[in-house]
């Protein structure tokens, strides 16, 4: 069997595992780059100085943060333009409302509601006017918009309004690029759309990141795909990455807590990860992280596609202590040069646990108080059990695994935690995940029982969730249905169901 190599940039350190059906066989560490590729190529580089062979290599895989950041920090975005299939219903409320102001002004690249949307059941509410796609081209060409997202009322149920309008939009702007909400979020128009607008906005920035770091790999002398992480804990292809780079979100946590099940070999628990500046803290369900059943809000932004549930903490080896304060600034990437056990000048959580015995690093011991060092790490354990508590779920004690270049800041005993596990690789946990991770087809859908049995709808699901997978990249002869779940939706008319359901194989 050939070679997985998996890669995490975090924002600390980029790892990087050599795997082979789950067995990890090599890995290294190495501080994350500015512009990504670059500290994705010393990571690969590494590897191979270990004696791993490019010809061996299968595919690398490779998880990401850039594209959450792009948006947190509001860099590198595409003025978008967003076109919502409505009229004459669904004008109350227009795209980017309550969005925050400094967002708004980064991207929005105009508003046009037209002709167009379904109802719940998946009637038209009126048919597409072509004479009004074309006056919104006309419109997108005159400001130099290149990027645009197509929403439709009730699109997830049937797609096929917004394909049509995205296909006209194109053929009238060349270069355009069109993200399509119903294969991004699910119920919801507002937070669909909002979704399909972050989405949008990425997917310039995604095939210049994309590009480099498929160039990086080539140049590493590995002739073999290239996949990234998305943030349900499966893989996608840099060309499907590139066409949905919100899929990425949260795709580091994801890792690690699919790392971390494959090292501690459990499916359910919890899974803590303390880097160099936070901690995320997710729970395990059958292997994959739990999902959150909530709406969620990037960037101040509430969308409501799929994210992992992750309760994240300011909290990491690199948090700066100062006096009864225990982060959230941190020295980050710059430990071994500002960490006093490094001889550096600033106190560190680190610094707390190597007076405490918990870690032996750098080349100084820190001339700390005992007192000191008790209360801080107190006031850090403390921040963990809090968290411990808020991410359970029920009264019965669940196993914890503890992963993370300082997951030695986790104490030995938690209140409702049977065990806690510390795998050896655990500080590359986020690789592991990576290197390990499986194709996922996913189906989210609101059936109506009316013109087809329970039978059928699921048959039907289950099946679209299989050509999803495949067309994913599984392989047919492996694909697995690991989830179905069905809601009956006794709020709308007639009968009604909405299904979930989540198909999993391994890469073809």
Known sequence: MTLSLGVDVGGTHTDAVAARDGRVLAW???????DVASGVA??????????VEPADVGRVCVGTTHFTNAVLERSSLSRTAVIRLCRPAGTGIPPFSDWPAALRTALDGGSFMISGGLEHDGRLISSLRP???????????????KSAAVCGIFANLDGRQELEAASR???????????????IGRTGLLERENASILNACLVPLARRVLGSLAACVRAAGLRCPVFVSRNNGSLMSCETAARYPIQTFASGPTNSIRGAAVLAGIREGLVLDIGGTSSDLGALVAGYPRPASFAVSMGGVRTNFQLPDILSLPL??????????IGPE???CELERRAISFGGPDLTATDLAVVAGLVSLGSRRPSVPPESVARGLKLIHGRIREAVERMRTGPQPVRLVAVGGAAFLVPDELPGVSEILRPALGPVANAVGAATARVLGEVDRIVSLESMGREQALETVVETARK???AAGADPRTLEVVEVEEIPLAYLPGTSSRFVVRVEGRLE
Do not use: F, M, Y
């Open 316 to 325: 990491g080896g690199g948090s700066l202590v100062r006096g009864e304060n």
């Open 42 to 51: 010393s990571a690969l580089q590494a590897l191979l100085a270990e004696g």
């Open 169 to 183: 939009l194109k053929s009238a702007c060349p270069g355009l690029e069109v993200t399509v909400s119903h294969e």
């Open 330 to 332: 941190s020295v980050g």
């Open 468 to 470: 999803r997978a495949v």
């Open 28 to 34: 290294a560490k190495r501080p994350t780059s500015a």
């Open 131 to 145: 004479e009004e796609l074309e006056s919104v081209a006309g419109e997108l060409r005159d400001r130099g918009i």
